[in-house]
């Protein structure tokens, strides 16, 4: 949903969203339901308090932005996306649902990010990535981004496409196949990353049947190892 490689990159990134978004955008909740897993599991164990920040990086249509404000009523919500198109969607869905008070949204690109960005001086409680970071060409720098954005004792959460080991072979290739057709690359090295780096009381993984998809919380700490790939 959002990040770019260099000058060049960000802008071809950007405009390549709009027009992948620029209609779908219309359906995206409806037909994405059945298939991005997880997402509302990420939001059951986000466990914000009350005044605690929480930044959706590669936000969308802001669905679960505003799943959140109505889960965690004293949380701060913050969100932003490369595609300017999806922002238009995300922004007319927080006005129907009556959070526009609660949801602040800026069209960034994820390794831009910055609390300065939302006027804030102080860093995020946590950071979120659904199903994004299998769109952003560099992952990577979009961790290390949210690493520097959120407070050491806070979190980062992530959903997204596991590397579908467990899934019967030609379905696997297929969906990959399908998947490929909107620019989405599950990633297979920080699933296999976040395995080896293990799980602590800071940390959880929990993986999908078939490995179709997992979810992860860590400390930025942890996550930062893993985007340097020392993990």
């Not at 164990?45 to 920040?53: D, V, Y």
């Not at 995020?124 to 060409?137: E, G, N, R, T, W």
């Amino acid at each position: 949903m959002n990040a770019h490689n260099s000058e060049d990159g960000t802008s071809n990134h950007a405009q390549l969203m709009d027009k992948v978004y620029r209609h779908q955008r219309h359906i995206y909740d409806l037909t994405r339901k059945y298939y991005l897993l997880g997402r509302d599991r990420l939001v059951r164990e986000l466990n914000a308090k009350p005044g605690e920040s929480v930044v959706e990086i590669g936000c969308g249509t802001a669905r679960n932005l505003i799943r959140i404000a109505r889960a965690y009523p004293g949380a701060k919500l913050y969100g932003l996306d490369a595609s300017a198109e999806m922002l238009i969607t995300a922004n007319e869905s927080i006005a129907r649902a009556g959070l526009k008070d609660r949801i602040l949204l800026k069209h960034a690109y994820a390794e831009d990010m910055t609390p300065a960005l939302f006027g804030l001086n102080d860093a995020f409680d946590h950071a979120v990535f659904s199903y994004s970071l299998s769109m952003i060409p560099d992952w990577r720098g979009a961790l290390k981004s949210a690493a520097a954005c959120v407070k050491p004792q806070g979190a980062i959460h992530a959903v997204d496409f596991g590397d579908l080991k467990g899934l019967w072979r030609p379905l696997a290739n297929g969906l990959r196949a399908w998947l490929r057709l909107f620019h989405v690359k599950p990633r297979e090295e920080l699933l296999a990353a976040v395995e080896r780096g293990g799980t602590n009381s800071t940390s959880r993984l929990h993986v999908l049947p078939g490995r179709y998809a997992f979810v992860f919380r860590a400390n930025p700490d942890l996550v930062r190892m893993i985007a340097q790939g020392s993990r």
